[in-house]
C-alpha cells in the first residue's frame, strides 16, 4: 500500500525515533517536494537529527519525493499540505497522512482517506508492531516533543488499544 505523508507525521515520528514504523505499515511512502524542502533543508536548524532520519529513509527507497506539477492550492491550509492533496489525487492514492485538523477536512472534502501520526501507533499495534506498553510510551513522548493532542485524542487512543485483540 502507499501512502502520500505531510511533514508532521515524519517529524513526530523522527522524534520520538520509530520512523520505520512507516516503512512497517506502507510498501511506500511518497512526499512532495514542498515537504521535502520543509522536513530537511528548512528544517535541519530546527530538528537536524530527525532531518537526518528523513534523508536515510529517502536513501533507503521507502520513502520518495515526487513533484507536484500543476498542484492545486487550497486558502486555508499550508503550501505542503495542499502539495500532498494533490500528490494523492493525480498518483489516484486514496490514503495521506496529515495531522493538521484544517489539512485534514480539505482532504476529507475531496474524497481521500485521512490519517495521521497517531493512526500509525494505533495500526502498529494491530499489526503487532508494537505492544500496548509501547503505543502507550511513544504517545507520552510524542507529547513531551511537543505534538500537541487534547485529553479525549488522548483516552480514545488508549481506549482503542486496550479494547483490540
Not at 502520500?4 to 522524534?15: E, F, G, R, W
Not at 522536513?39 to 536515510?56: A, H, L, Q, S, W
Not at 492550492?73 to 493525480?90: C, P, R, T
Not at 493512526?119 to 508494537?130: A, D, G, H, P
Request: net charge neutral.
Amino acid at each position: 500500500m502507499e501512502v502520500v505523508c505531510n511533514a508532521s507525521p515524519l517529524i513526530c515520528l523522527s522524534k520520538i525515533g520509530r520512523l520505520d514504523l512507516l516503512h512497517k505499515l506502507f510498501d511506500k511512502v511518497i512526499i512532495p517536494f514542498e515537504v521535502w524542502e520543509e522536513v530537511t533543508n528548512r528544517g535541519k536548524k530546527d530538528f537536524p537529527t530527525e532531518t537526518e532520519f528523513i534523508e536515510k529513509a529517502c536513501a533507503d527507497g521507502w520513502l520518495t519525493r515526487k513533484p507536484t506539477q500543476g498542484a492545486l492550492y487550497f486558502e486555508a491550509i499550508d503550501k505542503g499540505e495542499a502539495e500532498v492533496i494533490s500528490l494523492a489525487q493525480k498518483l489516484k492514492i486514496k490514503t495521506v497522512l496529515i495531522d493538521d485538523a484544517l489539512g485534514r477536512k480539505v482532504a476529507e472534502s475531496v474524497g481521500l482517506h485521512v490519517r495521521g501520526t497517531l493512526f500509525v501507533l494505533i495500526e502498529s499495534y494491530k499489526q503487532k508492531t508494537l505492544t500496548k506498553e509501547e503505543v502507550e510510551t511513544l504517545l507520552n513522548k510524542l507529547i513531551q516533543k511537543g505534538f500537541r493532542i487534547s485529553t479525549e485524542v488522548y483516552a480514545e487512543c488508549l481506549h482503542q488499544i486496550q479494547h483490540m485483540q
